[in-house]
């Protein structure tokens, strides 16, 4: 039996190695950050246009997560490519003769990949909520006020799970370029517009993304039948899926 | 020790690999030996528990390769040379295959060092050629030190340099009391490294014997005479209880049935003058050809009218057959 430490400090050596991770991570990061920023001034910019409705409803900290819905998509591309890059380069035999056990070879991966993806989601939202706030001026909320700390940190938490879902998907497509052909258009279109219309809304409300980001709310919004946590457990439940179905291709599938 | 019991792998309703059993012992070089789309790269993979069996097994110095502790330690495998991520350098890629197996950082400069890499093992391996790739492959298959060695195709793309490397690479690793099987599909290849052969073709098994025993069935040996006077040679020949010996295209006789010392002792007798005299193995590559004739997966050129069909399956094993459906279908295609 293979040692999992080794295992893990092997994984960590691959996932450090390639550029992709660096590149991945950097715009995650700056994406969501500098987006969230931009939206937060546009809202201090033309605060006195907005209806009154808007303004009562107005919720600082989600506001300064705006950027998330494009820094989501470099996360997905992360973890596409962690699991990925194994299949499209070949890498994936050596790796299996090397670690024959192939359930501690998925998990040592998505371990190390989902480690990286958590500290890259906290200084992600903890960057991306006080920039936000700082270009918010007057209407900037705190970490004190209720619900903002777990929009805050639930906004870290919902960039890690986006990741692992994507390495599932992944590993169950065996293929970078198909998961990356469905996985973008879907987190980036298909979602939130079925999420926009009335009737697919019923449905839409529980795909991973719309459910997990219930919790970037610090005021809740909408009509959704679930709350922040439960938002969030729905997202994980899909992780679950992706990540076991992935575990089944990869224990049945020759390599 | 590597033992295939029944090994087989079926796709839909094709058998890539049928039934193999055979043993890979130490100490030598045994050659896999197939046309392309034999098996033998479906087999090493199942070897390495890549691919599922759908029936039989291989065991690995008596262990299922799942049950390996620690598994580069024990087997080392070239399966292909571009089973790497291009995008890590050299020494990144080895040093996380090494550190799964627990194998110490410093032995990958070491193999690094042995396969020739050094300069490069900064590079990321994408922008490798061929034969650096397949030397990164080896390097690989080298890092745990294993008792067993496992090489597809190993000679692939390399230049004669890097040929010769990795005949003399072989042959160290067996001296040394290793497990070493080697897969071609050049006869040529395998005569000058294997001692041991085993051959397939569409999957199942034709021969599994030492490579001088295959020489000594399989290659016509005969005795090459250019002489002046063909006429009298085949007299002398005939009395002296010789078959009618063959022609070759540039006039010499081939003789079969005597050797080349009682031919010189006739040609003595009756005063002929002989410009050659020649002992002649036909060539392995031939031997092969003709063993795995039938068994072809992809057979050049469309059928030759009237040629006569090539039988289908025949019992694995059953050498004088496939050489004689060859030889039919050869006068076939001649006629």
Redesign the interface.
């Known amino acids: 039996?293979?040692?999992a430490t080794?295992?893990l400090?092997?994984?960590w050596?691959?996932v450090r190695?390639?550029?992709?991770t660096v590149w991945t991570l950097v715009t995650a990061f700056a994406v969501t950050v500098a987006v969230g920023g931009g939206i937060s001034a546009l809202v201090t910019a033309t605060w006195g246009d907005a209806p009154p409705a808007d303004r009562a409803m107005f919720d600082a900290a989600q506001t300064s997560f705006s950027g998330m819905f494009l820094g989501q998509l470099a996360l997905i591309v992360f973890g596409v490519l962690v699991i990925g890059?194994?299949y499209s380069?070949?890498?994936?035999?050596?790796?299996?003769?090397?670690?024959?056990?192939r359930g501690v070879l998925l998990a040592a991966k998505v371990a190390v990949a989902t480690a990286l993806a958590l500290v890259t989601g906290m200084v992600t939202s903890f960057t991306a909520f006080f920039v936000g706030q700082a270009f918010l001026g007057q209407r900037a909320t705190t970490l004190a006020e209720e619900g903002v700390l777990r929009a805050v940190f639930g906004a870290g938490l919902y960039m890690t799970l986006i990741t692992m879902f994507a390495m599932g998907v992944t590993a169950m497509l065996r293929s970078p370029m198909l998961s990356l052909g469905i996985l973008m258009p879907f987190f980036f279109l298909v979602s939130s517009i079925l999420a926009a219309v009335p009737k697919a809304k019923e449905v839409a409300q529980y795909f991973p993304d719309q459910a997990g980001a219930r919790i970037m709310q610090a005021v809740p919004m909408g009509d959704a039948p679930y709350g922040p946590w439960g938002g969030l457990g729905i997202m994980a439940l899909w992780v679950v899926a992706a990540l076991a179905g992935g575990y089944l291709v990869l224990k049945k599938r020759?390599? | 020790m590597i033992e295939l019991e029944g090994l087989t792998k079926r796709y839909g309703d094709k058998l890539a690999v049928d039934n193999l059993t055979f043993s890979v012992r130490p100490g030598v070089v045994t050659g896999f030996l197939g046309p392309n789309g034999a098996g033998k790269s479906t087999t090493m993979r199942m070897m390495l528990d890549l691919d599922r069996p759908t029936a039989g097994s291989v065991r690995i110095d008596g262990k299922h390769y799942r049950q390996l502790d620690e598994p580069l330690k024990h087997i080392g495998a070239l399966l292909d040379a571009k089973a790497v991520h291009g995008g890590r350098t050299a020494h990144n890629h080895l040093l996380c295959l090494a550190q799964s197996n627990r194998i110490p950082r410093a032995r990958v400069d070491e193999v690094l060092e042995t396969v020739g890499l050094t300069a490069v093992a900064k590079k990321r391996s994408g922008g490798f050629s061929l034969g650096m790739g397949q030397r990164l492959g080896i390097a690989a298959a080298l890092l745990g030190d294993p008792r067993i060695l496992m090489f597809d195709e190993p000679v692939n793309g390399l230049d004669p340099e890097g040929i010769h490397w990795i005949r003399n690479l072989m042959k160290d690793l067996a001296a040394q009391g290793r497990t070493v099987f080697v897969s071609s599909h050049l006869m040529s290849e395998m005569a000058l490294t294997a001692d041991h052969l085993i051959v397939i073709g569409r999957g199942k098994l034709l021969a599994d014997t030492s490579m001088a025993d295959f020489i000594a069935v399989n290659s016509r040996s005969f005795v090459r005479i250019r002489t002046p006077e063909p006429e009298r040679l085949r007299d002398a020949l005939a009395k002296a209880g010789a078959s009618a010996p063959a022609t070759a295209a540039d006039g010499a006789l081939e003789v079969e049935d005597l050797p080349a010392e009682r031919i010189g002792e006739l040609a003595a007798e009756h005063g002929l003058v002989l410009h050659e005299l020649s002992p002649q193995r036909a060539s392995l590559e031939e031997a092969f050809m003709r063993m795995t004739a039938a068994s072809v997966e992809y057979q050049a050129g469309a059928p030759v009218p009237g040629a006569v069909p090539v039988p289908g399956a025949v019992p694995g094993g059953a050498v004088q057959q496939w050489g004689g459906s060859w030889e039919q279908r050869k006068q076939g295609k001649e006629s």
């Open positions: 039996m293979a040692s080794a295992v400090q092997s994984e050596t691959k190695s390639v550029r992709s890059g194994e380069t070949g890498m994936i035999r050596s790796s299996l003769a090397a670690v024959p056990q020759d390599a």
